[in-house]
C-alpha cells in the first residue's frame, strides 16, 4: 500500500505571509511616533515590541498544537480559558478591527485630497475624499473575497515598488545629524502603534495548516517574518527621521499626519515625494480592504449570516460606516485610534490571552504539543506584567 508523503508550504512563503501580515497602513505612523523620541531612543522600543510580540506568536504556536483540526483564536481562548476567553477574544477582534478602520479612514483624507489636487488637479476637503474613499473601495469590500483578493495582489506590487524606489532615492538625502534628535520621555508614546504593527497572531491557525502542522518550521517562518518586518520599520524609520525635522515631526503628531506628508513637505515635488505619496496610497487601501473585508466577515460569524450578496450590503455598512463617522467626526483621530488598537485591543488579543493559554494549558490541564516556548513562568510572568503595562499606558493617555 503506497502512502503519499505530506510536504509542507515553504518557509520563504510562509515568511513572506508573516511580513505581508504585519507591513501596512500602520507603518504610515510609526516614524512620527518614534521620532518624537528620536532615533535611537526608539529603537529600544521597537525592539521591544518586536520581542514580545514574537514571543506571544510563538505561544500560539504551542498553543495551536494541542489541537488536531485547525482552529481560530476565539476557539483556541474558549479551550483554554472557557466562555469567558472566547467573550473577550470576540470582543477584542471586534474592537481591534473597528480601531484600525477608524484610523486607515481618518488617513484616507489628507492622503486622497493630495493625490487628486496633484493628479488632477482636483481640490477637494479632506472629509469629501475619506467618504470617496470608503464609498469607493467599500464597494470592492461587498463584491467579496475574489475581487479583493485580485485588487490586493495588484496594491502590494505597488507597495513593494514605491517603497523601493523611496528608499533607493531616500538614502541619499539623509543627514545623519537629524538621527542624534533625542527626547526619551516619549520613548513609550510608539509602543501601542508598534505593538499592532507586529500583529501577525491572527495567522497562526493559517500557517500551521500551511505547513501541515509542522510546528518547528512555524517557528522559522514567525521567526523569519517578524525580523523581515524589523528590518523593513528600521530603513523606513531612518529614511523620515533623516529628512524630516524633529519640529516638523511634532506637528505632525499634532495634526494627525502620518509620515509621508511631512517627508514630501520636506523634499517638495523630487521624484522620491511621488514615490512617498504613492506608498501612503498603497498602504492605506491594502490595509483598509483587508481589515474591512475580515470585519464584514467577522461580524457575518458573529451573527451566524452567510456572506452573500443579500446581507453584504448591511454587513459592509455595520463594517464601513462607523469608522467613517468617526473619521469626519474627528479627523485628527489617526494616532489615537492605532493607539487604542494597539494598546488596548491587541494588547489583550495577543498578549494577555496567548500568555493565558500557555499558563492553564501547561501548569493548570497539562497540554502536551509538539513546541514548547522557551522561558518557563518567569517568561510567561514578565510578558504578563509587560501586557498590563502597556494597556495602562494606553489608559492613562486616553482617560
Same mark, same amino acid.
Given at each position: 500500500?503506497?502512502?503519499?508523503?505530506?510536504?509542507?508550504?515553504?518557509?520563504?512563503?510562509?515568511?513572506?505571509?508573516?511580513?505581508?501580515?504585519?507591513?501596512?497602513?500602520?507603518?504610515?505612523?510609526?516614524?512620527?511616533?518614534?521620532?518624537?523620541?528620536?532615533?535611537?531612543?526608539?529603537?529600544?522600543?521597537?525592539?521591544?515590541?518586536?520581542?514580545?510580540?514574537?514571543?506571544?506568536?510563538?505561544?500560539?504556536?504551542?498553543?495551536?498544537?494541542?489541537?488536531?483540526?485547525?482552529?481560530?483564536?476565539?476557539?483556541?481562548?474558549?479551550?483554554?480559558?472557557?466562555?469567558?476567553?472566547?467573550?473577550?477574544?470576540?470582543?477584542?477582534?471586534?474592537?481591534?478591527?473597528?480601531?484600525?478602520?477608524?484610523?486607515?479612514?481618518?488617513?484616507?483624507?489628507?492622503?486622497?485630497?493630495?493625490?487628486?489636487?496633484?493628479?488632477?488637479?482636483?481640490?477637494?476637503?479632506?472629509?469629501?475624499?475619506?467618504?470617496?474613499?470608503?464609498?469607493?473601495?467599500?464597494?470592492?469590500?461587498?463584491?467579496?473575497?475574489?475581487?479583493?483578493?485580485? +485588487?490586493?495582489?495588484?496594491?502590494?506590487?505597488?507597495? @513593494? =515598488? !514605491?517603497?523601493?524606489?523611496?528608499? /533607493? &532615492?531616500? *538614502?541619499?538625502?539623509?543627514?545623519?545629524?537629524?538621527?542624534?534628535?533625542?527626547?526619551?520621555?516619549?520613548?513609550?508614546?510608539?509602543?501601542?502603534?508598534?505593538?499592532?504593527?507586529?500583529?501577525?497572531?491572527?495567522?497562526?491557525?493559517?500557517?500551521?495548516?500551511?505547513?501541515?502542522?509542522?510546528?518547528?518550521?512555524?517557528?522559522?517562518?514567525?521567526?523569519?517574518?517578524?525580523?523581515?518586518?524589523?528590518?523593513?520599520?528600521?530603513?523606513?524609520?531612518?529614511?523620515?527621521?533623516?529628512?524630516?525635522?524633529?519640529?516638523?515631526?511634532?506637528?505632525?503628531?499634532?495634526?494627525?499626519?502620518?509620515?509621508?506628508?511631512?517627508?514630501?513637505?520636506?523634499?517638495?515635488?523630487?521624484?522620491?515625494?511621488? +514615490?512617498?505619496?504613492?506608498?501612503?496610497?498603497?498602504? @492605506? =487601501? !491594502?490595509?483598509?480592504?483587508?481589515? /474591512? &473585508?475580515? *470585519?464584514?466577515?467577522?461580524?457575518?460569524?458573529?451573527?451566524?449570516?452567510?456572506?452573500?450578496?443579500?446581507?453584504?450590503?448591511?454587513?459592509?455598512?455595520?463594517?464601513?460606516?462607523?469608522?467613517?463617522?468617526?473619521?469626519?467626526?474627528?479627523?485628527?483621530?489617526?494616532?489615537?485610534?492605532?493607539?487604542?488598537?494597539?494598546?488596548?485591543?491587541?494588547?489583550?488579543?495577543?498578549?494577555?490571552?496567548?500568555?493565558?493559554?500557555?499558563?492553564?494549558?501547561?501548569?493548570?490541564?497539562?497540554?502536551?504539543?509538539?513546541?514548547?516556548?522557551?522561558?518557563?513562568?518567569?517568561?510567561?510572568?514578565?510578558?504578563?506584567?509587560?501586557?498590563?503595562?502597556?494597556?495602562?499606558?494606553?489608559?492613562?493617555?486616553? +482617560?
Amino acid at each position: 500500500m503506497n502512502h503519499q508523503r505530506v510536504v509542507p508550504g515553504s518557509v520563504l512563503g510562509g515568511i513572506l505571509l508573516v511580513a505581508g501580515s504585519c507591513i501596512g497602513a500602520g507603518m504610515l505612523g510609526l516614524p512620527i511616533l518614534t521620532g518624537l523620541s528620536g532615533f535611537f531612543p526608539s529603537l529600544t522600543a521597537l525592539v521591544l515590541a518586536w520581542g514580545f510580540m514574537t514571543f506571544t506568536g510563538l505561544l500560539l504556536v504551542e498553543v495551536n498544537g494541542w489541537f488536531s483540526k485547525q482552529v481560530n483564536l476565539v476557539s483556541m481562548s474558549k479551550e483554554a480559558l472557557g466562555q469567558k476567553g472566547r467573550w473577550t477574544a470576540w470582543f477584542s477582534y471586534l474592537f481591534l478591527f473597528y480601531s484600525l478602520l477608524v484610523a486607515y479612514t481618518a488617513a484616507s483624507g489628507s492622503i486622497f485630497s493630495a493625490i487628486l489636487a496633484s493628479l488632477f488637479g482636483i481640490s477637494i476637503p479632506a472629509w469629501a475624499a475619506s467618504i470617496f474613499f470608503t464609498v469607493l473601495f467599500g464597494v470592492i469590500v461587498y463584491l467579496g473575497t475574489r475581487p479583493v483578493d485580485f +485588487f490586493n495582489r495588484v496594491l502590494m506590487a505597488g507597495l @513593494i =515598488i !514605491t517603497y523601493l524606489g523611496m528608499i /533607493g &532615492l531616500g *538614502l541619499f538625502q539623509i543627514d545623519p545629524k537629524l538621527l542624534t534628535h533625542s527626547a526619551p520621555k516619549y520613548i513609550l508614546l510608539p509602543l501601542p502603534v508598534l505593538i499592532t504593527s507586529f500583529g501577525f497572531q491572527n495567522m497562526i491557525p493559517t500557517l500551521t495548516a500551511y505547513m501541515k502542522g509542522d510546528l518547528k518550521r512555524v517557528r522559522l517562518t514567525i521567526i523569519g517574518g517578524s525580523l523581515m518586518t524589523l528590518f523593513i520599520y528600521l530603513v523606513w524609520s531612518i529614511l523620515v527621521l533623516g529628512v524630516v525635522e524633529p519640529v516638523a515631526i511634532y506637528e505632525s503628531y499634532k495634526n494627525g499626519e502620518e509620515a509621508t506628508i511631512p517627508l514630501r513637505a520636506v523634499l517638495g515635488s523630487s521624484a522620491i515625494s511621488h +514615490f512617498a505619496q504613492g506608498f501612503a496610497f498603497f498602504a @492605506i =487601501i !491594502t490595509s483598509f480592504l483587508a481589515q /474591512g &473585508l475580515t *470585519l464584514t466577515h467577522f461580524l457575518a460569524d458573529g451573527f451566524k449570516l452567510t456572506p452573500n450578496r443579500k446581507n453584504l450590503w448591511w454587513l459592509c455598512s455595520l463594517a464601513l460606516i462607523p469608522p467613517l463617522v468617526f473619521a469626519l467626526y474627528y479627523p485628527q483621530i489617526f494616532y489615537r485610534a492605532l493607539g487604542f488598537a494597539g494598546g488596548i485591543c491587541a494588547m489583550i488579543l495577543f498578549g494577555l490571552l496567548p500568555i493565558s493559554m500557555a499558563w492553564v494549558g501547561r501548569y493548570r490541564r497539562k497540554h502536551k504539543s509538539d513546541y514548547h516556548v522557551w522561558g518557563g513562568k518567569p517568561a510567561l510572568i514578565s510578558a504578563f506584567l509587560f501586557s498590563l503595562f502597556v494597556i495602562g499606558c494606553a489608559l492613562a493617555r486616553f +482617560f
